[in-house]
């Protein structure tokens, strides 16, 4: 149904909105009616908060954050908001897999390398530093750079130079 401008009509029934906008869970199973939020918000009055995949009239697919809630009245009812994040989870599932690559490219260097934060604790490390250090990657992570580098005072010094030195350029 079209409106005198030539727009279409909103839905007027929950039938009608899930047709117009039919959902997916994100792992791209199909929501029936009963499944939808509003729906349920509606019929089995509990309130609803999730994150599902919609195909907008125009074909395209979004990604919406859904919160519905019953509320009460003499004839009951339930409202809804849809956030689309579409754009939120294009970049989340971009850093994800950039940070995979990262990950892998250095997992896979020939150097040791490790992270220290500010505080001299280290937070990340790749295998070969741990390997050459003689300790496990749960030993590193969450120890400070004087507990791993014990043995290595010569190290242990450099790496506190290196700390001070960025840590001034940070913050100064």
């Known amino acids: 149904m079209f409106r005198p401008n030539g727009r279409p009509s909103p839905p ?14 994100l792992d791209g199973k199909s929501y029936e009616l009963p499944q939808q939020p509003l729906w349920r918000a509606l019929h089995w009055g509990e309130p609803v908060s999730e994150t ?11 990604v919406v ?14 409202i809804a908001t849809y956030n689309d994040i ?7 599932a971009e850093l994800t897999e950039r940070a995979a690559q990262v990950k892998a490219l ?10 220290f934060d500010a505080e001299g604790v280290c ?7 741990w390997r050459v250090l003689g300790r496990s990657r749960s030993q590193m992570i969450g120890a400070s750079a004087d507990e791993i580098l014990l043995e290595d005072a010569p190290l242990r010094a450099a790496l506190r130079r290196c700390l001070e ?8």
């Open 12 to 25: 007027r029934t929950l039938e009608e909105f899930h047709d117009l906008w039919p959902a997916r869970s």
């Open 52 to 62: 599902l995949r919609m195909r907008a009239p125009d074909g395209r697919e979004r």
């Open 65 to 78: 954050e859904v919160r519905a809630q019953p509320f009460p009245g003499p004839r009951g009812g339930a």
């Open 86 to 92: 579409t754009h939120r989870a294009d970049v989340q």
């Open 106 to 115: 250095l997992e896979h260097l020939p150097v040791g390398v490790a992270y």
């Open 123 to 129: 937070r990340a490390c790749n295998g070969f530093s």
């Open 165 to 172: 030195v960025n840590w001034f350029a940070v913050r100064g």
